[in-house]
């Protein structure tokens, strides 16, 4: 039997708003769930840096972003 995989991704970029949480936390706690799957988390960091020079707003904003997810067992 084969598990199935989560890879949920979410931009810095910003303050966290409705769509992180309609399109990445809510479908993530949602997988997170499923004890038959596996689930990947990560910060798309790249992404900010294509749409925010300032390095203070990225590491700013990428604190809050984290600070959104809720913790997961």
């Not at 970029?13 to 499923?34: F, L, M």
């Not at 604190?63 to 997810?69: G, H, K, P, R, T």
């Amino acid at each position: 039997m084969t598990a199935d995989n989560y890879l949920i991704g979410i931009t810095t970029t910003g303050s966290p708003h409705i769509g992180n949480y309609v399109g990445a936390i809510r479908p993530g706690i949602t997988a997170s769930t499923d004890p038959s799957t596996q689930h990947f988390y990560f910060l798309v960091d790249y992404h900010a840096l294509a749409k925010n020079e300032d390095p203070d707003k990225i590491r700013h904003s990428t604190l809050e972003i984290a600070a959104a997810w809720p913790p997961t067992s």
